[in-house]
């Protein structure tokens, strides 16, 4: 039941996250400013860190959602939290190294995590477009 809630809270922050993006809330100040340039790292940081959190966490509950070249990764916890990670990273800034693979569910996390990662720049670009010409009027 844990492990279920865990992964709820995940997606829910993610999705808070995601939310003011799209929310009705203005961006502040110029398109290149300080707290513009924070909010995009937030974002990422916490799409990427939700993302590696759900891959490590169905690792540990026995589901095989990565592979590292053609063995499947028996590692510890440390290894398995910076392979999470570093997939999550990669993943969402870029469509992969191709030295971890996702596998099973892994795929179709990767898909929506890669989608994720290409919309969230055109999204920024065309809220902050629209901000411009509102304010212009």
């Known amino acids: ?13 993610m999705i808070m996250s995601l939310q003011t993006l799209f929310s009705s809330a203005k961006i ?10 924070l909010y995009l790292i937030s974002l990422y940081a916490t799409i990427l860190i939700g993302f590696g959190l759900i891959y490590i ?4 509950h026995g589901l095989v ?10 590692t510890g916890f440390l290894e398995k939290l910076e392979s999470g990670f570093y997939f999550s990273a ?24 890669a989608l994720i990662g290409y919309v969230i720049p055109a999204a920024f670009v ?12």
């Not at 959602?65 to 990764?73: A, E, I, K, N, S």
């Not at 993943?91 to 995590?113: C, H, K, N, Q």
């Not at 065309?126 to 009027?137: K, N, Q, Y």
């Open 65 to 74: 959602v990565l592979m590292d070249g053609t063995d499947y990764m028996e």
């Open 90 to 113: 990669v993943t969402l800034f870029s469509v992969g190294y191709g030295d971890i693979s996702p596998v099973g569910i892994g795929r179709l996390i990767a898909v929506l995590e």
């Open 28 to 37: 502040k100040g110029r398109w290149v400013s300080m707290e513009n340039f």
């Open 126 to 137: 065309a809220r902050v477009v629209f901000d411009a010409g509102d304010r212009a009027l």
């Open 1 to 13: 039941m844990a492990f279920y809630l865990s992964l709820i809270l995940i997606v829910l922050c």
């Open 57 to 60: 966490w169905l690792d540990l």
